[in-house]
């Protein structure tokens, strides 16, 4: 049997494959503590455990036109994607999404600060 030390390396992996991350995760003497996480994260796991791809809370870019946008949700066969800082949603086949790259999502927001930055005066 694996040590604490073991499987919570082995569970962070897991959980950061999925997007997903516990910030209060440790080990507690001979337990692994999952430490407490805000609604927003509860969600991604468990749209992860449900093995929805891709999970609720996660980034995907549509490949039909390359908007970048936040998962909310999955209805029937389609998942529901709204762009960053609010917007309409729209529903989007899962196999025309791809995970946004770090970098993508890390732009979009750059220019949703600056958006609102000018829009504020500030």
Do not use: F, I, T
Request: charged residues 30%.
């Amino acid at each position: 049997m694996r040590s604490a030390e073991e499987v919570l390396v082995v569970l962070k992996k897991a959980l950061r494959g999925v997007g997903v991350v516990l910030p209060g995760l440790r080990v507690d003497g001979a337990l692994v503590d999952l430490g407490s996480c805000n609604a927003r994260v509860a969600e991604r796991l468990a749209s992860a455990l449900r093995g929805e791809w891709p999970v609720v809370g996660g980034y995907v870019v549509d490949e039909r036109d390359d908007r970048l946008g936040e998962v909310m949700g999955h209805v029937g066969r389609s998942v529901q994607v709204r762009p960053l800082g609010g917007g309409r949603e729209w529903d989007c086949p899962p196999e025309v999404l791809r995970p946004a790259r770090r970098e993508e999502v890390l732009r979009a927001q750059v220019r949703l600060v600056n958006r609102v930055s000018r829009w504020s005066g500030g």
